[in-house]
Structure formats: structure tokens, C-alpha cells
């Protein structure tokens, strides 16, 4: 297959993926707006932030390396060895949940069960759905592999709508529960998520005529089971080999996503109660970066594993593969930049309004606005970052991927010891600035990466991070405009100052956004020219 025809499935992989999680995500979103009106701030303190970190961190230290690994380089393979390579993430995940599930119990504090009912069974049903979800781990790096456009997207909105349903409902009917509501939810989340991918492929598979039944490397279900291959190795060496190095990656990655929720259960900076509402504007804030950002990270990081061979630089690779790869990386890098700014600059006029329409008093007073716009700019960090570590961790070496290894670890002491000073300083807030700290840096060290990837090649990607005077101009005055109009019209005046606050925001962001489409033209003929891709007969979905 060649470069351009993997780019056109990454990027209808990611098109699509926004559509339809955009939707779910929408109806999830007001799901949740409803449920948070029944719930005190110690609930969702301890279901958002210290049992969902028991479940993400088990989840990422049992698969993480392993779903980089498998998904690097092309098709030729022994897809047995792979399957047999993703199993082991079963015991492993079952260690961390019993392991962690022991800290969660024994060694860090429990709360008040008058307040917080049933804290020692939301642990145990946590730490269970972990390990159900890691059931379905050879399925999703197949259909990943393959690029199945629909099949993710469709069977992790699906169980996250149901399990917003579920959750709504037992808080409704039976709200003295208290956490085996989320606990049971969680376990039907990560239950039906599986059943989407078990349930397709046992189609699929079962179906002769079916075009991309023919095109998979296993013609059974029974090939995804653990067997001793005919090579008579259990594993791909090579595979193994670089898992590790990404685990020992993983484990520091691990600590940077959720360094603030650690901080928080581990050395109580915090109470439950302020721990729920910056968890709810941590949630709120991140919206658009997991609709739009990560679909695109994980589908690009595809393509350039599968475009880019790892232990080559850009000398020894395909010239067109390296071209392709670099306008793709441009693009990418613009497109992060002007999403990121526009959630910048407009976020920041918007926060409060955002919060009371979603959560009221309890999210729109106190420090809940002055969050989310701290938010804001760590989102525009986000996005960039993003796109560059997706180049970068499908380019690296594995001998770079160890030394980025030493990278992350400082990374990831400074950052720990930032957030307890930062958060001691200025409250939850600090947490934010932490980690626009370390991204900005992490962002450093992966542009310092692609300059040195492409410094003996014509091409510069990293050219994507300029952006014209006149749009940037666009975005300072839109920024002013706004920023005047949330003084005098949000948000106690009334509803009709609060939709005449949106007016302005809608006419500012039309007329940015057109000036982006005259003055980005580059970009532009990207996103026409992939989004128009004909689809290809055998791998749809």
C-alpha cells in the first residue's frame, strides 16, 4: 500500500471519528450536565479523581507499550506472535489492579462513608473493569491496524452514551447507592466496549464474501487466542524488545497525564470537595482536545508508523514517503495551532458563561472560571504537542526511544515537584500551570527532534507553526472584542446580555475563521484534497 493511500485512510479515520464522536459526545455531555445537578462535590471528587485514577493507571501501565509497540511498523508480520504479545497484558493488568487496589485500600485515606458510601467496592469494581477492557486488546490493535474507520468510534461512543444513560438512571431511582452506582456503570462501560469489538469480528469473520475478511491476516477467531506459532516462538522478540522500552516511556508519560491527580491522592492538597469541582473543569476544558485532537493524534500516529521505517533517518527513507510524511506534519502542526488559538482566545471571554449554563453557581463562582481559562491556554499546548509527539514517537529509534526515556523521567520529577509548589502558591490553578510547564517543554523536545529529522532533507514541516500577521491580528482584536463584551454582558444581566454575549463571540469567530480560509490556503487544499479521497473497496471500517 503506498504512503498516499495510508494517508488517505489515516485521514478518514480521523474525519470520521470527530463526526460521530461529536455527536455522542453532545448527548453525553448534556447527560452529564443533568447528573451533576444530584451530586455533592465529595462524589465526584472521589469517582473522578481517585477511583478514575486507579482505573487509568492500571489501564496504562498494563497497555500502553504494548499498543505502540504492535501498531509500529507494517503488515508483514506474525500477527499470532502479536496476538500472543497483547494477551500478556491480561496478568499484567490484573497485578496492577491488586497491587493498586491494595494502596487505594490501605495506605491512602479513605473518606467519611457518611458521606461517601461504599468506597472499599468502588475500588474492587474499578480495578475489575480495568480488567475487563484489557479482554478486548488484540481486537482494537487489529482493527487499528487495519484502520477499521467506524468499528472504534462507534463502539467507544456507544458505551460511553449507555453508560451515561445507566448512571443517569440509578442516580434518578436509587441516588442512596452512592458509589456502586458509578462502579457498576464503570464495569458496563468497559463490558460493552468489548462485546462491540468481540461481537464485529465474529461477524466478520463468519462472512466469506466480505471483502476486508479477506484482506485480515487471521481467518478465525481462534487465531486471536494464545497458540505457539509454527516458528515455535511465543512472541515477537523484536515486538517485545521495544515494549519495553515503550513501558519504561509509559510509566514516566503516565505520571505527566496525571500528575495533578496524584498529587491530589497522594499528598492532599486538596479536599474531596475541591478535588470534584477541578476535576469537572479539568473534564470540561479537555472536551475538545479528546473530540478533536486525540482521534487525530492516534490516526496520524498510524500513518507515520507505517509510512516512516523506525531504525532509518530521513536519508535512507523512500523520498516520497519522507515528502508525504513532512507535508502531512505541516498541515497537522497548523491545524493544532489554529484550533489550539481559537479555544484560547475565545475560551477565555467564555469560561464563566460555559460553567453556569453547565454546572451553576457551584462551577461558575469561586475559582471554576479562573480554571478554565488557565485551561484554555493548556489546551493550545496540548494540540501542538499532540501532533509533534505522534511524529516523533513513530520516527524515534529504539535507541532514541530509550534516551527520550531519561528525558520524561526529569520531566516527570519536575513536574511533580512543580504542581505541589504551584498548588501550595496558588491553589488548584497550579496544577494547571505545571503542566503547561512540562508540555511547553515536552513540545520543545520533540520540535528539536523533527528539525534534526529533516535538517539534510528540502523539506520543513515545522514551517507549519507560522501563521500570517493579518490572521494573527484577527485573533487579538476578536480576543479584545470579547473580552469587553463579557464585561458588560455576562453574567448577571440576564439572558438577553448572556445571548448578546454569544452574538459577539459567533460574528468574531465567522470573521477569524474566514480569515483563516483566504489567508491559510495551503491548509486548506490539504484538508479538501485528503477529506476527498475516494474510500477504497477493502478497508472501510
Known amino acids: 500500500m503506498s504512503s ?10 480521523a474525519s470520521s471519528g470527530l463526526l460521530t464522536q461529536v455527536l455522542f459526545r453532545l448527548i453525553t455531555f448534556v447527560l452529564n450536565a443533568f447528573i451533576l445537578r444530584f451530586l455533592s462535590k465529595e462524589i465526584v471528587g472521589i469517582v473522578n ?39 500478556l ?15 487505594w485500600l490501605q495506605l491512602l485515606e479513605v473518606p467519611d462513608p457518611n458521606v461517601v458510601p461504599h468506597y472499599g467496592t468502588g475500588v474492587v469494581l474499578f480495578g475489575l473493569s480495568a480488567v475487563v477492557e484489557l479482554l478486548g486488546e488484540p481486537f482494537w490493535v487489529l482493527a487499528q491496524a487495519h484502520m477499521f474507520v467506524k468499528l472504534k468510534v462507534i463502539a467507544e461512543s456507544l458505551s460511553v452514551i449507555l453508560k451515561s444513560v445507566l448512571t443517569a438512571c440509578l ?35 463468519g462472512s466469506s464474501e466480505s471483502t476486508k475478511q479477506q484482506t485480515l491476516p487471521i481467518s478465525r477467531m481462534t487465531d486471536l487466542l494464545p497458540s505457539i506459532t ?197 491553589g488548584s490553578v497550579g496544577f494547571i500551570l505545571a503542566n503547561c510547564l512540562n508540555m511547553g517543554i515536552r513540545i520543545t523536545k520533540s520540535l528539536c527532534f523533527i528539525h534534526r529529522y529533516y535538517r539534510d532533507s528540502p523539506y ?6 507560522y501563521l500570517s500577521p493579518v490572521l494573527l491580528g484577527a485573533f487579538a482584536l476578536s480576543g ?10 455576562c453574567c448577571e444581566q440576564g439572558w438577553p446580555a448572556r445571548l448578546a454575549h454569544i452574538a459577539v463571540g459567533a460574528f468574531c469567530l465567522g470573521v477569524t475563521l474566514g480569515m483563516a480560509f483566504f489567508t491559510e490556503t495551503k491548509l486548506i487544499h490539504f484538508l479538501r484534497t485528503q477529506l476527498g479521497v475516494p474510500r477504497p473497496t477493502d478497508k472501510t471500517m
Not at 481517585?50 to 508480520?77: D, H, P, V
Not at 493488568?93 to 491494595?102: A, D, E, I
Not at 519495553?244 to 505520571?255: A, E, G, P, R, V
Not at 501542538?384 to 523521567?409: H, P, Q, W
Request: proline content about 2%; glycine content about 8%; aromatic content about 16%.
Open 460 to 465: 520543513r514541516p515545522l514551517a507549519g507553526l
Open 49 to 87: 479523581v481517585r477511583l478514575t485514577l486507579l482505573y487509568s493507571t492500571t489501564i496504562f501501565l498494563a497497555r500502553e507499550a504494548f499498543r505502540k509497540a504492535c501498531l509500529s511498523g507494517g503488515a508483514q508480520r506474525d500477527w499470532s506472535q502479536t496476538s500472543n504479545l497483547l494477551w
Open 230 to 426: 509454527g516458528s515455535g516462538a511465543f512472541v515477537n522478540w523484536k515486538e517485545a524488545r521495544l515494549t519495553w522500552s515503550f513501558f519504561k516511556q509509559s510509566f514516566l508519560k503516565q505520571i505527566l497525564t496525571e500528575g495533578e491527580r496524584y498529587v491530589m491522592t497522594f499528598l492532599n492538597v486538596l479536599n474531596f470537595g475541591d478535588q470534584g469541582v477541578y476535576d469537572i473543569v479539568n473534564n470540561l476544558g479537555s472536551l475538545v482536545a479528546r473530540l478533536i485532537f486525540q482521534p487525530i493524534e492516534e490516526s496520524f500516529y498510524v500513518f507515520f508508523a507505517k509510512v516512516l521505517e523506525r531504525e532509518k533517518g530521513a536519508a535512507l527513507q523512500k523520498q516520497e514517503d519522507l515528502a508525504v510524511a513532512a507535508i502531512v506534519l505541516e498541515s497537522l502542526l497548523k491545524l493544532a495551532l489554529l484550533a489550539g488559538l481559537t479555544i484560547t482566545v475565545f475560551g477565555f471571554a467564555y469560561s464563566q458563561l460555559a460553567l453556569d449554563i453547565y454546572g451553576g453557581a457551584m462551577l461558575s463562582s469561586g475559582s471554576g472560571p479562573v480554571l478554565l481559562r488557565s485551561y484554555c491556554l493548556y489546551v493550545l499546548l496540548l494540540a501542538i504537542n499532540g501532533v509533534t509527539e505522534c511524529f516523533t514517537f513513530a520516527a524515534m529509534s529504539k535507541k532514541e526511544v530509550d534516551r527520550y526515556n531519561f528525558t520524561m523521567l526529569a520531566l516527570s520529577s519536575s513536574f511533580l515537584v512543580f504542581s505541589y509548589l504551584l498548588t501550595c502558591w496558588c
Open 480 to 489: 479584545g472584542i470579547t473580552g469587553v463584551s463579557e464585561v458588560f454582558l
Open 89 to 103: 497484558t491480561v496478568p499484567l493488568g490484573v497485578f496492577w489492579s491488586l497491587f493498586l487496589g491494595w494502596v
Open 4 to 13: 498516499r493511500e495510508v494517508l488517505g485512510q489515516a485521514a478518514r479515520l
Open 171 to 205: 442516580v434518578l431511582c436509587l441516588p442512596h447507592w452512592g458509589l456502586y452506582i458509578f462502579s457498576l456503570a464503570q464495569l458496563f462501560y468497559t463490558t460493552v466496549l468489548v462485546l462491540c469489538y468481540v461481537i464485529y469480528f465474529m461477524k466478520l469473520l
